[in-house]
């Protein structure tokens, strides 16, 4: 017998447990989805804080 046949004594290599690999790609996504919402939330606070302080210059000038 050839050393590239297997004999089936030998054991082949297992993939990672899904059940503890989906837990990390359910908590990864979660904490991303997460952060998009802080972050869009963070962009609409700026945006109206700016028109804020944007019309209460212009009213002043006026």
Do not use: C, H
């Not at 590239?4 to 899904?18: C, F, Y």
């Not at 962009?43 to 006026?62: D, E, I, M, N, P």
């Amino acid at each position: 017998m050839s050393k590239s046949e297997r004999t089936g004594n030998t054991q082949a290599l297992e993939p990672p447990d899904p059940a503890s690999t989906g837990r990390w790609v359910s908590r990864a996504r979660r904490v991303r989805n997460e952060a998009g919402l802080y972050l869009i939330r963070g962009a609409a606070t700026a945006l109206g804080s700016a028109v804020v302080a944007y019309s209460s210059v212009w009213f002043q000038t006026r």
